[in-house]
């Protein structure tokens, strides 16, 4: 029995075996370095094209193994026009892709590489992207040109959320420097960094904003109003929502 002669109810939980990662999150890494070449032909190679893979993104706090079995493919859909018709949109509208901060890092490319390097038909495809966090550092600066391109893709494609994952660490880390402004220059520079978030209504797309679940107290509740105000949409308490006012 050929695969297209299988029921379509069969032929579609294959599908979503294949294609949706069993998390629902998905990692762009770069590709294993090949063997580098001689001193007498590194001269005359060409330039190397950024190419990744896609792993399956386990859930925090686990942190993204990359091992044999976990990489998704999308060459099914390419077998043939019947199934690529059967399986269309379904890996863009069933997975996230997960991104630890904004920029490139030495497991993968960051969010907007990877947007270029996906080319402009797959990359406004794209539904959903989860930003995990990093410390409060130069990287909050490279927000402003992922919102861009993430804008463009919200309004020429088919994007449609951002979440912005504050872990434990990063979210302590943030509360300290709220808690140890002494001075206007102090201020100054927390605000500066608030303004790097700030997302504006150039968004056209959810806004979701997830910080560790604690029992509460001024601190915590100043940095959770902060960071609404900045970004906007919605904020979730661990997996409790508590504000709302996404566009």
Not at 90 to 115: M, Q
Not at 133 to 144: I, K, T, V
Request: aromatic share 10%.
């Amino acid at each position: 029995m050929a695969f297209l002669d299988l029921p379509r109810e069969i032929r579609d939980e294959i599908y979503k075996y294949v294609l949706r990662s069993p998390t629902g999150l998905i990692t762009p890494t770069y590709l294993p370095r090949p063997n580098p070449l001689k001193p007498s032909r590194r001269r005359k190679a060409s330039p190397q094209t950024t190419r990744v893979r896609l792993i399956s993104t386990p859930l925090p706090p686990y942190d993204p193994p990359i091992r044999r079995g976990m990489f998704i493919s999308l060459a099914l859909p390419c077998a043939c026009r019947q199934i690529y018709y059967e399986t269309h949109g379904l890996f863009w509208s069933k997975n996230t892709f997960h991104f630890s901060g904004f920029l490139d890092s030495g497991h993968g490319p960051g969010i907007v590489r990877t947007l270029k390097t996906m080319g402009q038909t797959a990359s406004r495809l794209i539904q959903r992207i989860t930003i995990q966090m990093p410390l409060r550092s130069h990287q909050y600066s490279g927000f402003r040109k992922v919102l861009h391109t993430l804008s463009s893709r919200a309004r020429l494609g088919h994007f449609k959320r951002l979440e912005l994952v504050w872990g434990e660490e990063e979210f302590e880390d943030l509360a300290l420097a709220w808690r140890a402004i002494r001075n206007v220059g102090e201020m100054r520079l927390f605000d500066e960094m608030l303004t790097d978030l700030w997302v504006g209504d150039e968004a056209r797309f959810e806004r979701v904003v997830r910080v560790p679940a604690r029992d509460g107290g001024a601190m915590y509740g100043d940095t959770c109003r902060l960071l609404h105000s900045a970004v906007g949409g919605k904020i979730v308490y661990g997996d409790v929502p508590r504000w709302d006012d996404h566009v």
